[in-house]
């Protein structure tokens, strides 16, 4: 990964400025959907208005270690920060905030070890959010698969949700089957009996060509 430069990125508060100058009836809202140990979980959501709609315009997630002062503070910032992400409030490439590149920057360990991952993709998607094929598929196979939450925390050495997952995480390397939607659909495979999903020649080796169950 390239060295993180300050400067690249929006803080989190830049882009809560631009939100209320817009929304000014808006509001943010976050929960810690999960606090186990040193780990915590954060889901943002965004509403443009003080009378919603039942669901917020946009939402972010953020999951980190809490081996620092003012951890839990930083994960749940960041997950203000992906949210406004979602809703256009971030620099042309750059959707991470400055909190965020800079909570990875101190603590390399929170970033996903490719390990022997092969091909020249594999380290940038390490650290890439899900295509939204691949979102929408994991949820899928989420709702569908009987174990899927063992075969998650498997996996990742813990649950965590798609919204979190790298693409490496999801698609691991290429042609080896040895990511998580792969794992989910051979679960799902054996569990009804259906046919696999399958990578079509001219896509990136982290999209899907989904062929019906």
């Known amino acids: 990964m390239s060295a993180f430069i300050p400067e690249d990125y929006e803080p989190v508060e830049e882009r809560i400025r631009k939100f209320y100058a ?58 203000i920060g992906r949210a406004l992400a979602n809703l256009a409030y971030s620099k042309v ?8 590149m800079q909570d990875a920057a101190l603590d390399p360990g929170t970033r996903h070890d490719v390990g022997n991952a092969r091909g ?47 693409k490496y995480e999801a698609s691991g390397d290429h042609g080896q089957k040895n990511g998580l939607i792969d794992k989910l659909i051979a679960a799902k495979e054996t569990q009804l009996g259906g046919k696999q999903p399958t990578r079509s020649k001219d896509q990136d080796d982290s999209e899907w060509t989904q062929v019906p169950f």
Request: glycine share 6%; net charge negative.
């Open 120 to 166: 020249p993709k594999a380290k940038d998607r390490a650290t890439t959010p899900l295509t939204e094929r691949q979102l929408a598929l994991s949820k899928r196979l989420l709702g569908e698969v009987a174990d899927a939450v063992n075969i998650v925390t498997d996996h990742l050495g813990e649950y965590r949700p798609p919204e979190l997952w790298t």
């Open 22 to 79: 817009d929304h000014p009836q808006g509001r943010i809202t976050t929960d810690c959907i999960s606090l186990d140990g040193d780990q915590a979980t954060f889901r943002a959501s965004v509403y443009r208005d003080i009378d919603p709609d039942p669901y917020p315009a946009a939402t972010g997630h953020a999951h980190g270690l809490l081996t620092r002062p003012k951890a839990l503070e930083m994960v749940e910032t960041v997950s």
């Open 93 to 100: 490439g750059a959707r991470p905030s400055r909190e965020e």
